[in-house]
């Protein structure tokens, strides 16, 4: 019936079949353009990109009095599954390639909540899954770098210890690939670029969690950054730490832990930073969300507090006073000692490892695992000091325990904790009260995650996360304070 009407209607169906073609052509257009294409809209936006970091491993929390890295750009993808060659990375601060800027990751904020404006850029409308930083190559021409270098000769990425000794920080393949932020490390979800607007991005780099330490004395970075899109008229989550008795700033050390849940739900730290010596902390600018705060201290004469952490708590708010107990009689923290190794198969493994320690809190009906911030015990009179090392190069089989597996290689690592149990408050915009630490014995649990060394934090062997609550002779894993506790040996396998 078709043909026979086209044939009476000549110049009718001739129309027809063009605009049959059309919606053809369109139709595979649409079925070809994959799947990054959805993500794209018509029109121009414009990113404004800044970088902050709070830094909690300062003297006399760590050994580093500045970590320098030299950015030469900035850049985003619209697929979440783009790798490093990927055509269609956005730049988002073009200003970089010709003045790459060297920026002090521990220097004082230039505003309250940032410490560079990094650039900005107009790139198409549409939802962003990546973020990558580059950074200048240690081996770069002097023209290529900053235009005034603080690691003097060490490179352009470098930090400088509390004996005011210089390190080049070595770098694995972030100069040509980047610093990654995958989409689970965007609080908040991708950014939102929309036409005809602006929206301002915020790289938080954990420098204190991304330096590893090897056994030839250098270092190495393996980065931890998390994004977000952010507000300039919401500064974020504030609050001011106290005795619980006295009610004044705690004299010493005080830990402050910024998290969220992680894919199996236990809290991650998104931000760290130190209480001032007044107790004040603030972290800004953040993404739209609620967060848990995670506080633990360290007091005069190394008397350690137990942690106090605040649940739900909603971006814009200051918390206040927040209360932490004194751990009466204690002398000093808790330490857990342990071993890590790796293996691949008939010979030994070389992996990245991050340490964390979980403590159990309730959360209404329900438990969930938070982030204890690991601290530093500082020297006494007789006893040196003791630093957490929540970051291990497993790459040398030289120091492993006995009956460690064969053909591995070992790594010891040291965490220090509070010796009390927590104090929780779910937080209420009409008020809220802290829990009263729970009685009887302080159980932890030890948390690795293995990662490829020279890959920027790709995770390795299988699997590449690994739990532990158990001390060296199986019993559950008690924190006592001023006690070292041996902690299970965690082994990885199928290591690459």
Known sequence: MKSEWMARNPRAGALLLAVLAIFAIAGIIVSCGGGSSNNMVSGMGTV????????SCMPPNGQFTHVYVTVRSVQAHISATADDNSSGWQELAPQLASAPMQIDLFSKPQTTCILAQLGSASLPAGSYQQIRLLLVSNTAATSAGPSTNSCAGNGFNCVVLED????????????????????????????????GQSVDLNIDFNACASIVQQGNGKFRLKPTLTAGQVSANNTGISGKVVDSFTHAPITGSVQVALEQ??????????????????????????????F????????????????????NVPKGTNLVAIPLIAEVGATAPAVFQGFVTATNGAVAGTIDVSLSALQTVASGATTIQITIPLQTIPAATTLPEVDSTGLVSVSASTNCPTGAPANSNCAGYTLVVPASNPSVG??????????????????????????LPLSGGTPDCTPSEQTTAKDATAAPLKALPATTTNVAEIDFSSCT
């Open 292 to 311: 848990d705060i995670v506080v633990v201290g360290i007091g005069p004469a190394n008397i350690p507090y137990n942690a106090t952490t605040v649940l």
């Open 426 to 451: 779910i937080f209420s915009s009409s008020g809220f009260t802290y829990s009263t630490p729970a009685t009887g014995d302080v159980l932890f649990t030890v948390d690795a995650r293995a990662a």
């Open 48 to 55: 404004n990109v800044t970088i902050s970091d709070p830094p």
């Open 261 to 290: 849940p992680d894919s199996r739900g236990a809290d991650r730290i998104v931000m760290q930073t130190v209480a001032d010596s007044n107790g004040n902390f603030n972290f800004c600018p953040l993404p739209t969300g609620t």
């Open 164 to 195: 005011s000794t210089i390190h080049e920080l070595q770098l694995n393949s972030q100069d040509n690939t980047g610093l990654k932020i995958p989409p689970g490390q965007i609080v908040g979800g991708p950014l939102q670029v929309t036409a």
